[in-house]
């Protein structure tokens, strides 16, 4: 399989940094379609809409992730369209539901992408608990058995500890079999385990090549131990592109950005963001070592190094490939112009060259 490209949909407002550096990048539906369309010509494979109900750092206006996958479906033609999912905020029978629709609508173009949450205001505010940290994922692992008997059984029935579902029919079924793509976020202890047992993708936030190389280990390891090949998880990166004509530009770029940081906002955002990981019993989470400049971007994004000229791009993304990276997730300060000209030098240079991925067996041994 050739290395996968998705971008993240603009579907909040300020973008993907919290700066007050001018953006040209919106959030609304008008440009967000012509986004999409533009994003399919030139090679992305998935769009990621992102669940957000309320304000929270730098993002005022939100249009909500289901809801815009669904009216993206009915203006693209190819790209597949990854929804993110709050359990906890919805129930699964009618996600599954929900998604089978969007599934049929797109021709076998639906995803989700499975949170478990960091914004307690959000659970608050909606009148919904705010669950234990390791709780959150117990959750979420049920939500996702769930999708799957719905998608893949006749009539499904479950008895959780989060859900209950009785002899419920789901029809039609997907197009995708066995059913569409679950990805998850979250780094921690617990989704890890959780990726290892039953998501197809998982997420990483931007982080040093070295740091993506032991997640992908522990997680193929886990799935190992789990008695599921490891072969069947697949990895996703974070990482924010800036691809300019030289290395200072580009570096200048991203000081401009830090510089321009709504440092009251990257504040309340390191505070809400490590108080939730902080109640893992391993006292870590996915934002546990982020520094203040990384926290400007929501999803360490600038760790991921994808900064400098195209050349040193392609570079740092095959080094990526080479570790296990299987898909790559954009984020842009301009997505007007930074969106397109990634798609047109750098994605058809990537697919041309040779994949750096070890063989199989490579892989395998170094699980064993
Ligand atoms: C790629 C990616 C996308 C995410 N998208 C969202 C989102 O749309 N909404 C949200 O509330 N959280 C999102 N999250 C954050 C998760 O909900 C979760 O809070 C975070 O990953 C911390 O989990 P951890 O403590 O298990 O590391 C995302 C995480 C990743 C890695």
Not at 261 to 274: I, L, P, S, T, W
């Amino acid at each position: 399989m050739s290395v996968k490209f998705a971008y993240w949909v603009p579907n909040v407002s300020g973008g993907l940094v919290v700066s007050k550096l001018p953006q040209r990048t919106d959030w609304t539906f008008d440009y967000n379609r012509q986004l999409a369309r533009v994003a399919e010509q030139v090679g992305f494979d998935y769009a990621l809409s992102q669940a957000r109900f309320f304000a929270s750092y730098g993002a005022e206006h939100q249009l909500e992730a289901l809801t815009l996958t669904a009216a993206l479906a009915s203006v693209t033609q190819r790209l597949k369209l990854i929804s993110a999912i709050h359990p906890g905020l919805w129930h699964p029978g009618v996600i599954a539901k929900a998604v089978a629709t969007i599934d049929n609508i797109s021709n076998g173009r639906a995803a989700v992408n499975i949170v478990s949450g960091w914004f307690k205001g959000e659970f608050i505010g909606y009148g919904e608990p705010w669950l234990d940290h390791d709780e959150r994922y117990r959750r979420s692992e049920e939500f996702i058995r769930v999708l799957k008997g719905m998608w893949t059984q006749e009539t499904f029935t479950f008895k959780g500890d989060f859900y209950r579902i009785n002899d419920a029919p789901l029809k039609p079924k997907p197009v995708q079999q066995p059913h569409p793509e679950i990805f998850q976020g979250g780094n921690s202890k617990a989704a890890r385990r959780m990726a290892a047992r039953v998501s197809d993708w998982y997420f990483m936030n931007g982080a040093s090549v070295e740091k993506v190389a032991e997640q992908i280990a522990e997680i193929r390891a886990l799935a190992a131990a789990e008695g599921r090949d490891p072969e069947s998880i697949r990895f996703g990166l974070n990482g924010f592109v800036i691809q300019r004509d030289t290395e200072k530009e580009a570096h200048d770029t991203l000081r401009e950005i830090i510089a321009h940081a709504d440092e009251e906002a990257v504040e309340g955002f390191r505070q809400q963001v490590q108080f939730a990981g902080n109640a893992s019993p391993e006292k870590q989470g996915m934002w546990a070592e982020s520094k203040f400049e990384d926290l400007v971007q929501y999803n360490d994004g600038f760790k991921t190094g994808l900064i400098g000229t195209e050349e040193q791009i392609i570079e740092r993304i095959r080094a990526y490939e080479a570790v296990g990276v299987d898909l790559f997730l954009c984020g842009f300060l301009h997505f007007t112009d930074d969106l397109p000209r990634f798609g047109e030098r750098i994605i058809p240079q990537v697919r041309a060259a040779p994949s750096r991925r070890p063989a199989r067996a490579e892989r395998v041994a170094e699980v064993a």
